[in-house]
């Protein structure tokens, strides 16, 4: 399965945080990010991670090009809500073309967290048929 991965900066930490928890289910799957999350969370996993561009130089527009073509299983995209940045990236793209592509989408820990034990059970397995 292909899973992107994205997080605003202030929830890179976050993200860190969880792919170290869920590194196990993480590593059975390819892994795409945009660049500054990617190598971040590279770093403290040792994860293998194809990374984009930073988001604010074109990698969102790379992960969405990716969930366009229906690529993309799953993507989880840790955001920050109360204090978003103009640079980062933009949440409004990434919902309506998982929404498209029936792509499941995780905006917080707690949908971050369901998608991946359920990732790890094969419930997502219907979106190979989709591809």
């Not at 988001?55 to 993507?75: K, P, S, Y």
């Not at 809500?81 to 949440?91: I, W």
Request: net charge negative; proline share 3%; charged share 25%.
């Amino acid at each position: 399965m292909n899973v992107g991965l994205i997080a605003h900066d202030t929830k890179k930490k976050l993200m860190q945080n969880f792919c170290i928890a869920y590194r196990n289910i993480l590593a059975k799957n390819d892994l795409f990010a945009t660049g500054t999350t990617g190598r971040l969370v590279e770093e403290v996993t040792n994860l293998n991670i194809n990374k984009f561009l930073a988001g604010h130089l074109g990698g969102e527009q790379q992960m969405g090009g990716q969930i366009a073509h229906n690529q993309m299983d799953l993507v989880i995209f840790l955001r920050d809500p109360l204090s978003p940045k103009s640079h980062e990236p933009d949440l409004d793209t990434i919902i309506r073309l998982c929404d498209i592509h029936n792509i499941p989408l995780a905006t917080n820990l707690a949908s971050a967290e369901l998608l991946v034990k359920a990732l790890d059970r094969g419930d997502l397995e219907w979106r190979e048929n989709l591809r």
